[in-house]
């Protein structure tokens, strides 16, 4: 197998395809194979952050095509649209439709993405692979010693007692959103499960973005007397930064699945780090 990797960060993975990548003056993203393909068989790995990046896998897939490639598999970290799983309000889109069926239009041998939001994701893409966020977390906990896992919402209880399970049957503590039912604005949590007095809680989820569901949850866990705050997140979009969530959280633990970002109050760990087996896939 030979790699094409789109992103930076995959790098240590095998014998890669040379190319050159370039956007015209006109927004359109381009790409070139340097040379022959040595071999048939091509993983691209990808981060599909925006438009741009998706348009640069389309025209690669193509350009393997034309270049003799017979069986091309994906990896994409993160899958773009993923949270719009459901049309909540009348008039929305169905976005993670959209581009899986983008994606298995391209009829890659296999996709493989990593802790996807909701069980909606893997069910639309054909010949998908799951890399779960087990590996990620115990790592992370390996870092932080004996705690209780906080799963933020209803969505995440399934992932969140499957993990706990994998990593010996530590303590869950569910909590609910709690939405308005006209705009869907989050509203506040609700917290059940073990005595928080004192302990450490670790909150475990998919994704951050503006961060205002973790800093919510995280005052209400206080309030229920909770100890040391931790957040585990696979994908950090950080849209509104770290700043917010270095006061709550001892410390946040993350992918590059997104980017790479530094922060005094940030623990990045390599998403290549969870890969290897994929090289035999
Ligand atoms: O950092 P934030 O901007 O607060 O967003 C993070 C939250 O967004 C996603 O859930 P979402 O609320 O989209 O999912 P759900 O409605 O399916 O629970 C994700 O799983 C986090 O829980």
Redesign the pocket.
């Known amino acids: 197998m030979i790699y094409l990797h789109l992103s930076p960060g995959f790098e240590p993975y095998g014998p890669s395809v040379p190319f050159q990548a370039f956007v015209f003056n006109g927004g359109e993203p381009h790409l070139k194979l340097s040379g022959p393909l040595p071999e048939t068989d091509v993983l691209i790995t990808s981060r599909l952050n925006s438009f741009q990046d998706v348009g640069l896998l389309l025209v690669a897939t193509d350009a393997l095509r034309r270049a003799g490639a017979e069986r091309i598999s994906l990896f994409v970290p993160y899958f773009p649209g993923a949270?719009q799983?459901r049309v909540m309000i009348p008039g929305e889109p169905l976005t993670v439709k959209v581009y899986a069926e983008l994606l298995n239009a391209q009829h890659y041998h296999q996709i493989t993405i990593f802790d996807p939001?909701?069980d909606v994701t893997p069910a639309l893409l054909n010949k998908v692979q799951v890399v779960d966020n087990h590996q990620f977390v115990a790592q992370c906990l390996a870092q932080i010693g004996d705690c209780k896992l906080i799963a933020?919402?209803?969505?995440?209880l399934k992932k969140i007692y499957q993990l706990s399970e994998v990593l010996g049957g530590i303590d869950v503590v569910e909590c609910r959103?709690r939405?308005d039912v006209k705009t869907?604005a989050?509203s506040g949590f609700l917290v059940s499960g073990p005595d928080l007095q004192g302990a450490t809680c670790v909150i475990v989820?998919?994704?951050?973005?503006?961060?205002?569901?973790?800093v919510g949850l995280a005052e209400e866990l206080k309030q229920h007397g909770a100890g040391d705050l931790y957040l585990v997140v696979s994908h950090g979009?950080f849209?509104r930064g770290i700043e917010p969530l270095a006061v709550p959280f001892k410390r946040v633990f993350t992918t590059d699945s997104i980017r790479a970002i530094t922060h005094p109050n940030l623990t990045q760990l390599s998403f290549s780090l969870f890969l290897p087996h994929l090289i035999n896939a």
Request: charged share 30%; aromatic share 4%; net charge negative.
């Open positions: 949270r799983d939001h909701s933020p919402d209803g969505g995440a959103k939405r869907g989050l989820d998919d994704i951050c973005d503006g961060g205002a569901t973790f979009i849209s």
